[in-house]
């Protein structure tokens, strides 16, 4: 297990204890407190008391341990997490293996922290004191072998740290496990950042999700329910030992795994872990920006079955989600405003950890979220932005190529916005305050496999007026039944299969019912005798529907195509009108009934003309863009003349914008996508295509900043 770059954030804590930063929510130290003390160098430890994972003969027992009897151990790789801290080991035979440990206790567990402070207050005897120590010790080593016995059960499993063993080091226990080369969650949103805010591409970001719910689906496939109950960035590493982080994303898919499971649960089909704590968060860990509110100090006090859900990792894993495409956590804006001491709620006391899990869950259970901003919608210039996602840039520009006139920089920024709306959809069902409204994770995953899957088919979409594909389930339990774009297309399907029977039966009803009934043709004295023929009634019925739908064409979503077709329809109305006017029934009812059966297929036949237009997915916007593309980024750039905004779009191209935020002696953008078939070249009015040279060098260790 590996922290290739720790990060040691500033906090204000006493030397040696950990605080929660109030942004973040991660678990930091000051590095010159903890490590004061410490070893420094290379050195030679000898484990004891080894104890394998799994069951084996006495004579394989010796075999297995001496591989991890004697190890060297690079104090200058430690690192340090929340619970514990990391040793980079290596064996004779040169393998590498992680040696986890616990902290010192006054490091380990806020609880017995408390009680600890509360003895000395009490009293300064030191027996007292001694054995609130020793009870302290007790507890962090509990907690650790907890942890071990979690990942012992899960060891094997793809994405999670394999583990070899139980030990004793100098008299305290660790557990070894495999080394892990990577990266954390939190430095990959640095390095594939499309902004300065810190946000991901949406596609990338929602591949991330897919592969992180993937690894969760994983969890709830075993024998026995598994839950994390501790996912935020620091805790997901992304695998660098076979693919950099570059080549993965480019790639599409992103070895994920997961640490650090001081608070997890698990419990098998007939008994639950030996060794393992009944509830490790009685005394904290989880952390609060990301953990779910049921979890939080101030909730009220859950059943087991609630604390123990695997819907607690389905919220902080969307939690993880939304900061990738924010560029911050949820409810960010409320806490830092009562941090501040401005907002509504109490703020107190706020610095001490309890009070400030106490605050968070006030927040996520009476406050709405901040809006999800994705770096589409947030851009204004689209061009910068999709010079740090090529693969969107291109698609974008193979749907682009499909129009005689290419669309302007406006309309492929809304357009892209639109697309990333399901993922906000998606973001916003994990991160429901009640439980039970949460899909699975198993469900999550497979809306972002679909999701990417149909990304560059909804851009064309969008970009045409039309329906977006949806990426949401259809199993109401899921938990997407309340979708608005699935209740949309959901609308507008009921709606035309609605009017398509209504206009089958009028027409074909009719046709039979009034075959052969006895009339009159003509007008006046020229008025023949004559039987009404079926066939005809119904081919009149049905021609302003078909006339209609026709006309229309394929511009089923366009205000445009809505007028025409109406129109055609209501022109074939007065025809058929205008013909039944020399038909003369014997009957007085048959008459009444061709003229309601005239209505009913009429109205039946404008009801999908209506519902293509009302429920499209952007009616009635091509070819305006460019008016409100150039007002908006007015307003965004607080400029107060049109004609300010069109100068500063004008002439922009890609290559142009993403120079002017390379850095000097970096590869630029051209030729670090160099190869790829075609980059648009944003302008105000319209978009063109480069051709790239093939032969130009690629520079794949470019990251995008």
């Known amino acids: 297990m590996s922290y290739v770059e720790p990060e040691m954030n500033n906090s204000s804590g006493a030397s040696g204890f950990s605080i929660e930063n109030p942004k973040s929510g991660v678990q930091v130290f000051e590095s010159s407190d903890v490590l004061a003390g410490e070893p420094h160098g290379v050195r030679l430890v000898h484990l004891k008391e080894f104890e394998p994972p799994f069951v084996m003969s006495a004579a394989a027992h010796a075999n297995y ?19 514990g801290k990391v040793l980079y ?16 206790h006054k490091l380990s567990n806020k609880t017995a922290n408390e009680k600890l402070d509360g003895v000395k207050r009490q009293s300064e005897s030191d027996a007292e004191n001694a054995d609130a120590e020793q009870e302290l010790q007790m507890n962090a080593e509990q907690r650790l072998r907890h942890e071990y016995e979690i990942q012992r059960s899960l060891s094997g499993l793809k994405g999670i740290p394999q583990v070899y063993g139980w030990a004793q080091l100098d008299g ?5 496990m495999e080394w892990i080369e990577g990266v954390t969650l939190s430095k990959v949103c640095r390095s594939l950042a499309v902004d300065d805010e810190g946000r991901l591409s949406p596609l990338t970001a929602a591949r991330i999700g897919r592969d992180l719910f993937d690894l969760l689906s994983r969890m ?22 076979h693919l950099s982080i570059n080549e993965q994303a480019e790639e599409g898919v992103f070895d994920l795994c997961l640490i650090d499971f001081g608070s997890a649960v698990y419990f098998g089909e007939s008994k639950k872990s030996e060794g393992a704590l009944q509830d490790p968060l009685a005394n904290g860990g989880a952390v609060s920006s990301y953990a779910a509110p049921e979890l939080l100090e101030g909730a009220p006090k859950q059943s087991e079955k609630v604390r123990t859900s695997p819907l607690l990792d389905v919220y902080a894993a969307s939690s993880v989600l939304f900061e990738l495409v924010c560029g911050r956590v949820p409810f960010q804006s409320y806490i830092e405003e009562c941090m501040s001491g401005d907002g509504s709620v109490a703020t107190k006391q706020t610095t001490n950890q309890q009070s400030h899990t106490r605050l968070t869950y006030e927040i996520k259970t009476k406050k709405p979220r901040d809006q999800i901003v994705m770096a589409h919608r947030a851009a204004q210039e689209i061009g910068t932005v999709l010079s740090y996602e090529p693969e969107v840039a291109v698609v974008a520009s193979m749907a682009a190529a499909e129009f005689s006139l290419a669309p302007d920089a406006g309309e492929v920024r809304e357009s892209l916005a639109l697309v990333d709306e399901q993922l906000e959809e998606l973001i916003d069902s994990g991160l429901q305050v009640k439980q039970s409204d949460r899909p699975l994770a198993g469900a999550l995953r497979d809306a972002l496999a679909t999701f990417c899957f149909q990304y560059a088919d909804n851009v064309g979409r969008a970009l ?3 329906p977006l594909v949806s990426c949401l389930s259809g199993n109401p339990s899921s938990g997407f039944g309340g979708s608005p774009l699935r209740l949309r297309n959901l609308l507008r399907s009921i709606g035309k299969a609605a009017s398509a029977a209504v206009w089958l039966v009028s027409v074909v009803a009719t046709g039979i019912l009034v075959n052969g009934a006895d009339a009159t043709w003509g007008l006046g004295d020229a008025a023949t ?3 009404v023929n079926g066939v005809l009634v119904a081919c009149a019925l049905a021609m302003p529907g078909l006339l209609g739908l026709v006309v229309r064409g394929k511009e089923i979503h366009s205000l445009k195509g809505f007028v025409r077709g109406s129109a055609a329809l209501f022109v074939g109305v007065a025809a058929v009108v205008g013909a039944g006017m020399f038909l003369h029934p014997a009957s007085e009812g048959i008459a009444n009934g061709l003229a309601a059966a005239l209505f009913a297929s009429t109205a039946a036949a404008w009801c999908p003309l209506v ?11 091509r070819r305006k863009m460019l008016k409100v593309a150039a007002e908006r980024y007015a307003l965004e750039s607080g400029a107060h003349e049109i004609e300010k905004a069109d100068s500063m779009l004008e002439g922009i191209s890609i290559e ?12 630029s953008f051209e030729k670090m996508r160099s190869g790829v078939a075609e980059i648009p070249e944003v302008h105000d009015e319209e978009i063109t295509f480069e051709v790239l040279d093939d032969d130009e060098e690629k520079d794949s260790s470019h990251d995008g900043k």
């Open 656 to 667: 142009e914008a993403a120079a002017l935020r390379v850095h000097p002696g970096e590869p």
């Open 464 to 466: 045409r007026g039309e």
């Open 611 to 621: 519902v293509d237009f009302a429920l499209a997915a952007m009616p009635a916007r």
């Open 529 to 531: 005798p004559a039987q």
């Open 65 to 83: 341990a001496r591989r991890f009897a004697t190890l060297f151990v690079d104090d200058f790789r430690t690192y340090w997490g929340g619970n």
């Open 89 to 104: 080991a290596l064996n004779s035979r040169g393998e590498q293996f992680a040696l986890k440990m616990c902290l010192p």
């Open 172 to 176: 305290n226990p660790v557990i070894v």
């Open 220 to 241: 709830d496939a075993l024998a026995g329910e598994f839950v994390h109950r501790d996912i935020s960035p620091a805790n997901i590493l992304v695998r660098t030992s």
